[in-house]
Nanobody, 123 residues
Framework: QVQLVESGGGSVQAGGSLRLSCVSS????????MGWLRQAPGKEREGVAT???????RYTDSVKGRFTISKDGAGNTLRLQMNSLKPEDSAIYYC?????????????????WGQGTQVTVSS
C-alpha cells in the first residue's frame, strides 16, 4: 500500500492562497488515480480534485477555477494549489491514491489516504 504524507496546510484569510503537497512512497506517475479529499467538522469526507494516469484533472464544482491539482514528473509528489480561499474551504485535506488506471472521477471512493493537513480560512 502506498504511504502518503501531506504538508502545506495552515491558516489564511479569505482570498488568500495555500499550496498543499503530498509525497508518496511509490512512483504514482502511471496506473494511479490520485486525489485530494477534505472533511470539515460535522460533514462527510468529500472529493475535491483528482488526476488520472493520463493527467486528466477533475474538480468538484465548488473549487473549479480556484484550485489546481498537479503531480510532478517524477511521480512522487502530488500538489493542490488553492487560490481565492473561502471560509467554507476550511477542512482537513487528505491526499489519496488508488492503483487504478483510466477514468478517475472526483467521486472516486479511495481506500488509501494520508494523515491529513489542516486548512483554516478566516473571514
Amino acid at each position: 500500500q502506498v504511504q502518503l504524507v501531506e504538508s502545506g496546510g495552515g491558516s489564511v484569510q479569505a482570498g488568500g492562497s495555500l499550496r498543499l503537497s503530498c509525497v508518496s512512497s511509490t512512483n504514482t506517475s502511471r496506473g494511479y488515480c490520485m486525489g485530494w479529499l477534505r472533511q470539515a467538522p460535522g460533514k462527510e469526507r468529500e472529493g475535491v480534485a483528482t488526476i488520472d494516469s493520463n493527467g486528466i484533472t477533475r474538480y468538484t464544482d465548488s473549487v473549479k477555477g480556484r484550485f489546481t491539482i498537479s503531480k510532478d514528473g517524477a511521480g512522487n509528489t502530488l500538489r493542490l494549489q488553492m487560490n481565492s480561499l473561502k471560509p467554507e474551504d476550511s477542512a482537513i485535506y487528505y491526499c489519496a491514491a488508488a492503483s487504478v488506471g483510466g477514468y478517475c472521477p472526483v467521486s472516486f471512493v479511495f481506500q488509501n489516504w494520508g494523515q491529513g493537513t489542516q486548512v483554516t480560512v478566516s473571514s
